[in-house]
């Protein structure tokens, strides 16, 4: 048996954790530069809010509705996130960290023998320990419990909890899952299928094997097979290793200078060198990107990119700086409004298994002084050394107006509780 | 780097970088140190170190810290800005110091509790208890295990 338990509107129950006087009001959470709405709690969706919409097409429904708005809070979402899967690792032997808010757990045949009560157990103490609802399904596949999560939300009366057990019929609910909330079938793939008729998961178990490889090829395959109760994917325990790490973002306003472009990329270079040394990795191949906002067709536009091979692999922040910043004066081009720069690293190796070269020494230095500032920060928090190229005022930086506090990460953030009444209470 | 030349527009090269000539390369005659006082006598004894964490946080993934505002609580020791110690995971009794949900807001108080009465009582006179009933629900957000308090 397989289980997916997922949080429940993640990013807008942890900013409810430490502010119960929210228990009740809707709640959204905002993408990075304020842009759109990527949470919202289940009030807020009553209202209508949709998922994904830009936040200024909904701010009469907001400020009508007195909905909580909030600016995403990571260093939170990503603290508390951790600790909810702890909890579960506690509790399971084998768990798969599918996202910030989803993992799977393998239950072993047997083991227990009230699905349905472990699962209840399981539920409460995630929600006691870290103070996260979460929906749990169980099911004999992933792709099942996937389906069965969704279930466990949707339904009132599944109570966050649904469990489809080995050889139970399942062909009338199957018939109620649009092919497009199948795990594994994407928006392309859906699109293609329905066109050819097949609309919901039902249809799509129904399919001939050999149909299915040559349309779906064999992913798809596994797909349906896995809707029909064969477990064809298994527990991921290791994650794979990373490919490419890209660090972009939108800018809170759009930037003109060269200037401001060269704080921008120089800040997400060093923040891709983090994320290189933090993983045990190096790169060999760095690649600049910017581009104006294409949305507004009455500008002028232009977007480029350059990529630089480095001589040998590195997760030096200068060294990552000093050729970004050389791709971003070459791309460059003055009389636009950019919108979006970014830094994307490719060939990445592994620390361990490096290379060394036949006419340069291994540079012992750097690594411990890359070290040296990571600690620093690790220990004081972001920024506390960072490279003066990387700017100090940062004006292009994304908007972010409604932060809550980093209330696990930051001692001078820490919730407060009160050691006193509130005047409205009248004395016992 | 500071040096480049523009190749021909129609050529797959872009640019070319001189190469760099002025690196050296210092060889290490010898790449770890060696030791040659006499070993220490406590080697063998050597303790790991304590670590505090181990001591105030027994389960981390439920424990949380949040500062206090306000001197309700001095009489359990608790003061103004200090630190406390929250674990999620623990179940409150009678006598323990919760962090309860009072009109929306975190506070701290000492959980009174028997058959027949529920209070939330403060620890310095000034300060009233809160008695709980039906009509007012309690939720308790945790149990404060420590108070870190600076001296």
């Given at each position: 048996m397989f289980g997916l338990i997922d949080c429940n509107n993640f990013y807008a129950s942890c900013e409810r954790l430490f502010r119960p006087d929210l228990a009740r009001r809707p709640v959204v959470v905002l993408s990075n530069n304020d842009g759109c709405i990527i949470a919202r709690s289940n009030e807020a969706k009553a209202l209508g809010i949709g998922m994904g919409t830009p936040y200024f097409k909904q701010e009469p429904l907001i400020r009508k509705h007195d909905v909580a708005v909030f600016s995403s809070n990571y260093p939170l979402y990503g603290d508390i996130s951790q600790r909810v899967m702890d909890v579960l690792m506690r509790l399971e032997p084998d768990v798969e960290v599918y996202s910030i808010d989803e993992a799977f757990i393998r239950l072993p045949m047997g083991k227990h023998h009230d699905l349905k009560n472990w699962a209840r157990f399981l539920?409460?103490?995630?929600?006691?320990?870290?103070?996260?609802?979460?929906?749990?399904?169980?099911?004999?596949?992933?792709?099942?419990?996937?389906?069965?999560?969704?279930?466990?939300?949707?339904?009132?009366?599944?109570?966050?909890?649904?469990?489809?057990?080995?050889?139970?019929?399942?062909?009338?609910?199957?018939?109620?899952?649009?092919?497009?909330?199948?795990?594994?079938?994407?928006?392309?793939?859906?699109?293609?299928?329905?066109?050819?008729?097949?609309?919901?998961?039902?249809?799509?178990?129904?399919?001939?094997?050999?149909?299915?490889?040559?349309?779906?090829?064999?992913?798809?395959?596994?797909?349906?097979?896995?809707?029909?109760?064969?477990?064809?994917?298994?527990?991921?325990?290791?994650?794979?290793?990373?490919?490419?790490?890209?660090?972009?973002?939108?800018?809170?306003?759009?930037?003109?200078?060269?200037?401001?472009?060269?704080?921008?990329?120089?800040?997400?270079?060093?923040?891709?060198?983090?994320?290189?040394?933090?993983?045990?990795?190096?790169?060999?191949?760095?690649?600049?990107?910017?581009?104006?906002?294409?949305?507004?067709?009455?500008?002028?536009?232009?977007?480029?990119?350059?990529?630089?091979?480095?001589?040998?692999?590195?997760?030096?922040?200068?060294?990552?700086?000093?050729?970004?910043?050389?791709?971003?004066?070459?791309?460059?081009?003055?009389?636009?409004?950019?919108?979006?720069?970014?830094?994307?690293?490719?060939?990445?190796?592994?620390?361990?298994?490096?290379?060394?070269?036949?006419?340069?020494?291994?540079?012992?230095?750097?690594?411990?002084?890359?070290?040296?500032?990571?600690?620093?920060?690790?220990?004081?928090?972001?920024?506390?050394?960072?490279?003066?190229?990387?700017?100090?005022?940062?004006?292009?930086?994304?908007?972010?107006?409604?932060?809550?506090?980093?209330?696990?990460?930051?001692?001078?953030?820490?919730?407060?509780?009160?050691?006193?009444?509130?005047?409205?209470?009248?004395?016992? | 780097m500071n040096k480049r030349w523009p190749a021909k527009k129609t050529s797959s090269i872009k640019e070319i970088f001189p190469a760099a000539c002025g690196t050296s390369l210092p060889r290490p005659l010898f790449l770890s140190g060696v030791s040659a006082g006499f070993p220490s006598p406590a080697d063998d004894y050597l303790d790991r170190k304590l670590d505090l964490n181990e001591h105030l946080v027994k389960n981390p993934a439920a424990t949380f810290f949040v500062r206090v505002a306000g001197d309700s609580m001095t009489g359990a020791g608790i003061n103004d800005n200090d630190i406390l110690v929250v674990d999620r995971s623990l179940e409150p009794c009678n006598g323990s110091i919760v962090i309860a949900v009072v009109n929306g807001e975190l506070t701290v108080k000492r959980l009174l509790k028997n058959k027949n009465s529920c209070r939330l009582a403060a620890e310095n006179p000034d300060y009233p208890d809160l008695e709980i009933d039906e009509e007012t629900p309690l939720e308790i957000w945790g149990v404060a295990t420590y108070a870190i308090h600076s001296l």
């Open positions: 539920k409460a103490t995630v929600q006691k320990h870290t103070g996260i609802p979460v929906s749990i399904g169980l099911a004999p596949t992933k792709t099942l419990a996937k389906i069965a999560n969704r279930f466990a939300k949707k339904n009132p009366s599944a109570a966050g909890i649904f469990v489809i057990t080995e050889g139970q019929p399942l062909d009338s609910l199957l018939a109620t899952v649009d092919i497009g909330d199948i795990w594994g079938i994407g928006r392309r793939h859906s699109a293609r299928l329905k066109k050819q008729a097949i609309h919901t998961a039902l249809e799509l178990k129904n399919c001939p094997d050999a149909w299915l490889r040559k349309q779906l090829t064999v992913t798809g395959l596994r797909t349906a097979m896995e809707l029909r109760g064969i477990p064809c994917i298994s527990l991921e325990k290791t994650l794979p290793a990373r490919k490419s790490i890209c660090t972009s973002r939108s800018f809170g306003q759009p930037v003109h200078t060269l200037g401001d472009l060269q704080e921008a990329v120089a800040t997400y270079a060093s923040q891709a060198a983090y994320k290189l040394r933090r993983g045990g990795l190096r790169t060999t191949v760095v690649d600049v990107f910017i581009r104006t906002n294409s949305f507004k067709k009455d500008e002028p536009q232009y977007c480029s990119r350059r990529t630089f091979t480095l001589p040998a692999p590195s997760s030096h922040t200068a060294t990552l700086i000093k050729v970004a910043l050389a791709s971003l004066e070459a791309i460059y081009r003055p009389g636009y409004r950019y919108q979006k720069a970014g830094v994307l690293l490719n060939g990445l190796v592994p620390e361990s298994r490096e290379q060394l070269r036949l006419f340069q020494a291994p540079t012992p230095r750097a690594a411990s002084l890359m070290k040296a500032v990571d600690d620093i920060n690790k220990r004081w928090g972001r920024d506390t050394i960072c490279s003066a190229a990387a700017g100090l005022s940062r004006e292009w930086h994304f908007r972010q107006m409604k932060k809550s506090p980093a209330y696990t990460t930051r001692w001078s953030e820490l919730p407060i509780a009160k050691a006193s009444f509130p005047e409205s209470f009248s004395v016992a | -």
